[in-house]
């Protein structure tokens, strides 16, 4: 079963980080939506954060992860959030199983294949190595060597923990996407659809979605709303939460 953090009473509300992320990116973000009334469930995914560590890793299996999450926490009518790789896993959860989604929102990615770019950040994590019991801030300087962003660096060093005394380690299961990566930029599959409400969020500085692909999600999403995060690049939950806020809540209500 999936690991989670659940906050507030009502309607369930489930959101799904991005590839390397985990659940703690929406912790604030998840406790405001928790104060408007929802019973807000953010997961971690399969090989993330606390979730198990598993060799197969593909956006079918992570669909039927969150699709058995919700069977067993007996949740209905979802609302579901997701960003990047989580939101093509929103996706194709909301066309397998229309029925569990009310309504979907999908932050800064389309539905299309996307050519492989995470290169340079699996580089860099695959250079640390950890028999050598390095620091955190050892770990941060040769991550810096691969990764110039600060911003980037500090998404991932999130997932860095004490697995025991004096050794670090990496929550999320680098072995297998240095195996699997290509099934990351993986396109949904053409004949499927959602029906009901959808709302696609953008970065005004992300390059993810472009105008060439609001033909693409339109007939995919028939019902849908497209808008763009002004200030914000591909992380626009963390880059500009208040108007993704307002977006979102105004969606829902």
């Not at 990566?181 to 709302?199: C, H, Q, R, S, Y």
Request: a negative charge; proline letters at 4%.
């Amino acid at each position: 079963m999936l690991n989670s953090r659940i906050e507030g009473n009502g309607k369930p509300f489930v959101i799904l980080h991005g590839f390397l992320g985990m659940s703690d990116n929406w912790k604030t973000l998840g406790s405001q939506f928790a104060e408007d009334g929802f019973q807000v469930h953010m997961l971690d995914l399969r090989n993330h954060g606390k979730s198990f560590h598993s060799d197969d890793f593909s956006y079918e299996l992570m669909a039927n992860d969150v699709k058995e999450y919700c069977d067993f926490h007996k949740l209905e009518n979802i609302i579901l959030l997701g960003h990047s790789m989580g939101g093509k896993t929103a996706m194709l959860l909301a066309t397998l199983f229309p029925d569990l989604v009310e309504k979907l929102i999908i932050a800064d990615i389309g539905p299309k294949f996307y050519p492989q770019h995470h290169q340079p950040i699996l580089e860099g994590l695959n250079a640390v190595d950890f028999s050598k019991q390095p620091s955190r801030s050892e770990v941060e300087e040769i991550v810096s060597n691969y990764i110039t962003d600060f911003g980037t660096r500090q998404f991932l060093l999130k997932s860095l923990y004490w697995k025991e005394k004096e050794q670090l380690a990496f929550r999320f299961n680098l072995a297998v996407f240095n195996k699997k990566i290509e099934e990351i930029g993986k396109a949904l599959p053409i004949d499927n659809t959602f029906e009901k409400p959808t709302l696609f969020l953008r970065g005004s500085n992300s390059n993810y979605i472009l105008d060439s692909d609001f033909e693409t999600i339109r007939y995919h999403f028939p019902d849908v709303k497209i808008v763009t995060i002004s200030n914000a690049g591909h992380w626009l939950h963390a880059e500009n939460p208040k108007d993704f806020y307002a977006e979102t809540i105004n969606f829902l209500k």
